[in-house]
């Protein structure tokens, strides 16, 4: 356990908790080293006229985003959003409300491209970006998971997410880059996936697991890799291979193609789902990524995209994959582009193309998760809602027990984990189990309650990062579950034809 002290869990909704200026000014995470920044297309270290460089940048994005200079000219300074950021309810630090964090960036904007701020910048709020703006640019941008959350209340739909994003591309431009994505990010450039992990080593792990499910189930599930022809390319997070409860996911999928007769594939080369590219806010390297994708889906010749469990790669997927690597007209029109695997499941058990057995899941009473990105900034199916009803409709197909949490906290309503954005680090440890406290608070009042034993959700993030910040809150690392892994567990191999 690190040296910080893991908050007190209140009720939620509770009152805005007492303020503590400064209280996580010390959290910011390793920066870049010159090996991460340059296969990204940035400088390797601060350039020296880092000042101009970044101003000029700026004006591009204010230029090329207009939503960007709408953002930053809004707002009424309501205070609507200040208690909805998850960061700012863990760790009190007021520079963690999101209209705070936004005026990081709005006093400068203002101090540059405003006539106010050129003439009178005392008056209109207006700020130099300097050495110590910038690094508080630093410091809290990378406090912001870029969970869309702060915008649901804000009347304006005023959106922290982008805004941190652009900063987030501004100090990448100038060579002030996070090792932690970017290094993430050079992996995919050159192996395909987040962790590194060589075709070789990805054939191996899932020989493996198909050895796993036959000793498990008698039954031979496979897991294909870069097979021509089939008719599914499945894209998912590279966490699916190995972590838990990822893994028991990606056994879902695979038993769900088994059972509904759909011939499928992994790709080597594209054989991550992950997009970091968003999270540092830049268009170039989430193309490069979403074109792997393309690549790999043309070589292969298959019909459809599907996407695993995965949040922000699926709100890529909805939400970009078409501009970033589109037309996709070579794909079969009859399906959505792309299509998540909830989607898929959901479709089958409606048209009763799965067996499943949900007393397999008795020992557990269960409870969702939303997703942030998932929740806040794709959709799924064509129904309006559906990122939320489909998942659910999933998992009750899979188990007896389901509960919900608190609607203050579920939904578009949902808090993030507190890992998410770019944020999934060690050195941002502290702020991760901060960030956590809401979610932890409305999951503890269903534990107490009515019982819940486990959490399910459909982020690879979420998962990872609940693994982790559950034991700070006296709760079971392995309460976290992926969605398929129920499907996994209720699903009766060899009784469909
Ligand atoms: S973490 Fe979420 S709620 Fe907090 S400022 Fe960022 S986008 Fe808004
Ligand atoms: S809710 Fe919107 S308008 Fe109100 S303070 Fe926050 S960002 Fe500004």
């Not at 838990?244 to 999928?253: A, D, F, K």
Request: net charge negative; hydrophobic share 40%; with cysteine.
């Amino acid at each position: 356990m690190a040296d910080f002290e893991t908050p007190a869990l209140r009720e939620y909704p509770d009152e805005i908790p007492p303020l503590r200026p400064g209280a996580t000014a010390h959290v910011r995470p390793f920066p870049a080293a010159p090996a991460h920044q340059e296969p990204l297309g940035f400088p390797g270290e601060l350039v020296e006229d880092w000042q101009a460089r970044a101003l000029e940048k700026m004006g591009d994005l204010l230029g090329k985003y207009r939503s960007l200079q709408v953002f930053l000219d809004a707002c009424v300074r309501c205070g609507a959003c200040t208690d909805k950021c998850h960061y700012f309810l863990g760790t009190q630090d007021p520079r963690n409300m999101p209209v705070a964090r936004q005026d990081l960036m709005r006093s400068v904007y203002r101090r540059h491209f405003t006539l106010g701020g050129k003439i009178a910048p005392a008056l209109v709020g207006a700020r130099e970006l300097d050495r110590e703006m910038l690094d508080q640019w630093y410091t809290y941008f990378h406090q912001c998971s870029q969970c869309r959350r702060c915008s649901v209340f804000c009347p304006y739909g005023i959106d922290t997410a982008e805004i941190s994003m652009a900063a987030r591309e501004i100090m990448d431009h100038v060579g002030q880059g996070q090792k932690y994505c970017n290094e993430i990010i050079a992996k995919v450039h050159k192996i395909g996936n987040n962790l590194g992990l060589p075709g070789p080593a990805l054939e191996d792990t899932l020989e493996g697991l198909e050895e796993e499910v036959k000793e498990d189930t008698g039954v031979d599930v496979r897991f294909p890799l870069d097979v021509e022809g089939a008719e599914v390319l499945l894209v998912t997070p590279s966490a699916d291979f190995f972590a838990e409860p990822h893994v028991e996911g990606l056994i879902g999928y695979a038993k769900v193609f088994h059972q509904a007769g759909i011939s499928w594939t992994l790709s080597t080369y594209a054989s991550e789902a992950a997009n970091f590219g968003m999270f540092i806010g830049s268009y170039e390297n989430m193309r490069r990524i979403a074109l792997r994708i393309r690549k790999a889906a043309q070589d292969l010749g298959v019909k459809r995209i599907v996407f695993g469990e995965c949040g922000h790669a699926w709100r890529v997927a909805y939400s970009f994959l078409n501009t970033l690597a589109g037309p996709w007209d070579f794909l079969d029109k009859r399906y959505p582009v792309p299509q998540h695997m909830c989607e898929v499941t959901y479709d089958l058990i409606r048209r009763g193309a799965l067996n499943l057995d949900p007393s397999a899941n008795d020992h557990m009473t269960v409870t969702f998760h939303d997703s942030c990105n998932v929740a806040r900034a794709s959709r799924m199916g064509d129904m309006p809602g559906g990122q939320f009803h489909i998942p659910r409709e999933v998992i009750k197909a899979s188990v007896n027990k389901f509960v919900e949490m608190d609607p203050a906290t579920t939904m578009e309503r949902t808090f993030c984990c507190g890992g998410g954005g770019g944020l999934l680090t060690d050195d941002l440890m502290e702020i991760r189990v901060k960030g956590a406290l809401p979610r932890m608070q409305a999951l503890k009042e269903v534990v107490e309650r009515e019982g819940v034993t486990h959490m399910a959700a459909i982020c690879a993030i979420c998962k990872s990062q609940f693994t982790k910040v559950l034991p700070y809150y006296d709760l079971p690392m392995d309460m976290i579950v992926s969605v398929h892994q129920l499907v996994s567990n209720a699903i009766q191999l060899g009784t469909k034809e």
